[in-house]
């Protein structure tokens, strides 16, 4: 049991950071709200609220079409990853079968091998086969870099489940395709849900991979619309700082939606992980 000196000593801690991780969002705002006459690259506390900056931003930014990209692009990179992390999962956590160890370790390199390292020679293999310039060039590529932290996640939690709920539907007669889609799968909702957040988030602010792949200005992402507001010599700064809400709304939405099955996938995966 903790003291008063210490619990106090706790709060004061984490306020704190609590403030050192708000203030730069706070910043974005304010700068969002300012007029643009007023706006520069320090903190700026606008006299009157500029909502107009929103409407500029969206209409420069191209965001209804960047928009429907990245959720097409981002949606279907999350549905791939779950299928096939959970099939994947499944087979490291229960199946025994040779190499299952070594192919494990080896897909889990993907967790260590930056986007840097291979966008290039990426790029001339997708432009061989025709996929560059298409949303498979962003989908594909993006699912394979989220598979290594889905099977890893995934093989963790149906490792985590109990062995007598496996042996008792194993005495009821189930298949492992029974066993996989209508008991554990089920019960994995909380990991589910963490997962395709995390996944959805990368996928969402992936810069480099659409500034490589897409030249199609009806194909392009999202954040590549926030380059509109920042040239060689001029930073329209209001402007850029509204963008960038607009970019991170549907991320922030979407944590506050799934908020609890978010913190339930975590909370599960650092106690069983």
Do not use: C
């Not at 520069?40 to 409407?55: A, E, K, Q, V």
């Amino acid at each position: 049991m903790i003291s008063g000196r210490e619990r106090a000593f706790n709060y004061a801690i984490l306020t704190l950071f609590a403030a050192l991780a708000l203030l730069p969002l706070i910043g974005v705002v304010s700068s969002a709200l300012t007029p643009a006459a007023e706006s520069g690259p320090s903190f700026t506390w606008p006299h009157h609220l500029d909502l107009g900056n929103f409407s500029t931003a969206w209409r420069q930014g191209h965001f209804a079409t960047y928009l429907t990209s990245s959720l097409l692009v981002a949606l279907s990179v999350v549905l791939l990853t779950a299928v096939l992390a959970i099939l994947a999962g499944f087979s490291f956590a229960h199946f025994d079968y040779p190499g299952r160890s070594v192919l494990f370790y080896v897909t889990l390199i993907g967790l260590m091998v930056p986007p840097e390292a291979f966008v290039i020679p990426l790029y001339f293999n997708l432009r061989d086969t025709g996929l560059t310039d298409s949303y498979w060039s962003l989908i594909l590529p993006q699912t394979a870099q989220s598979l290594a932290f889905g099977v890893f996640w995934m093989r963790n939690f149906f490792r985590s489940v109990p062995v007598s709920v496996i042996e008792a539907a194993r005495l009821d007669g189930a298949s492992d395709w029974r066993l996989l889609w209508r008991i554990l799968v089920p019960t994995s909702r909380p990991a589910l849900l963490t997962m395709a957040m995390l996944v959805f988030m990368w996928t969402w602010n992936e810069f480099l991979l659409p500034l490589v792949m897409i030249t199609d200005e009806s194909k392009r992402t999202a954040p590549l619309g926030l380059a509109f507001f920042q040239s060689e010599h001029t930073t329209q700064y209001s402007v850029l700082a509204a963008a960038s809400i607009i970019v991170a709304l549907p991320v922030v939405a979407s944590y506050v939606f799934l908020q609890r099955h978010f913190i339930s996938g975590m909370l599960s995966g650092a106690v069983k992980g």
